[in-house]
């Protein structure tokens, strides 16, 4: 495929629990941990508890919101 690295993969962002809508796609995990700190952050929640579970992360929260980052593709 032209223009396609099959090395790099994109991860989607999801949260539960917020009441918001924050569901997104970045190009790399740390981009959207960083995005899921930001809205840690501006909503003033608290990790207490992560999954890893190689390609998928699971954060919860002291309130029970949880962030689960995914890779795509």
Do not use: P
Not at 29 to 52: F, P, Q, W
């Amino acid at each position: 495929m032209f223009g396609y690295n099959t090395n790099e993969h994109n991860y989607s962002f999801a949260v539960v629990g917020l009441g918001k809508h924050h569901d997104a796609i970045f190009g790399s995990r740390e981009a959207a941990t960083e995005h899921m700190y930001s809205v840690c952050r501006k909503y003033g929640l608290h990790i207490n508890k992560v999954y890893d579970d190689n390609h998928d992360k699971t954060y919860i929260c002291d309130n029970g919101v949880t962030f689960y980052i995914q890779r795509a593709w």
